[in-house]
């Protein structure tokens, strides 16, 4: 199975069911981000500090793998130039869909976010990359195309899961056990049973990877980074009463 491929049609149907993450901004909150106030999340809940994003009027600004007429339509009402590039043609309609309606230039990608070769080193001030990464099987191309295509100086603005929601049995009927039953690394095509995929695949689901935090934080790292500000948010996980599932790093290239 080609799952980036795979991937790519299940969240065309997330956009035909209304996932939250595919539904565009309101002219409302284009209008505040024009006169200045503004937000956006890298995590379900918590907005990104502003002070995690330096100038923004005039940055040159990737949002990777963050479609979905949301974030790259805030950030350039906000007054940043900015470029999209997502791997699901329907999330980059919503993203269309929005500088059409308000005027607002978005230069959009259809691609893989490890694939950023169309652009050239040193593009952008800032890659902003809220929690995508689930859906790669390798996080390496990742950090390293997000460092070559930065500018010195430039900052990685990423989110993504903890690795701990992968280790449980998701099943409804065992939520309330929370039964242990896989590793980390976590991948849907290998992990599960071919009963649970086939299952997956058959509701149109997502396959996800769950990355160890050495992938996740040491893999920035490795690639040059230098990670200089972090918080946890919550997601819709049963642990999330526990611990929360979700966090994000700002990284800087120096």
Known sequence: MNVPDYNRDAWDRQVARGN?????????????????RWSVV???QKPV???????????????????????GPVLAAAGARVAVLDNSPA???????????????LDLHLGEMTDL??????????????????YIADLKPLWREAYRVLAQGGRLLAGFTNPLVYIFDDDE????????????????PTSRPPDDLIRLIEAGETLQFG???????????????????????????????????????LALKS
């Not at 939250?20 to 409302?28: E, F, I, M, N, Q």
């Not at 999330?91 to 230039?105: I, M």
């Not at 009927?173 to 849907?188: G, H, M, N």
Request: net charge negative; glycine share 10%.
């Open 117 to 134: 070769s169309r652009f050239d080193d040193g593009s952008f001030d800032l890659v902003f990359h809220p929690v995508a990464n689930c």
């Open 20 to 36: 939250k993450w595919t539904v565009p901004v309101s002219p409302d909150i284009i209008s505040a981000a024009r006169r200045g």
């Open 211 to 249: 990355h160890s935090l050495a992938d996740q934080i040491g893999g920035q790292l490795e690639a040059g980074f230098s990670i200089t500000a972090f918080f946890e948010d919550n997601g819709d996980s049963v642990l999330d009463a526990f611990i929360p599932t979700q966090m994000a790093t």
């Open 42 to 44: 890298l995590t379900p």
């Open 173 to 188: 009927a065992v939520r309330s056990e929370l039964r242990v039953r896989f590793k980390i690394p976590y991948a849907d």
């Open 91 to 105: 999330q980059l309609a919503r993203d269309r869909s929005v500088a059409e309606r308000e005027g607002l230039k």
């Open 49 to 71: 500090p502003r002070e995690w994003f330096g100038r923004i009027e005039g940055a040159r600004v990737l949002c990777l793998a963050s479609g979905g007429g949301q974030q």
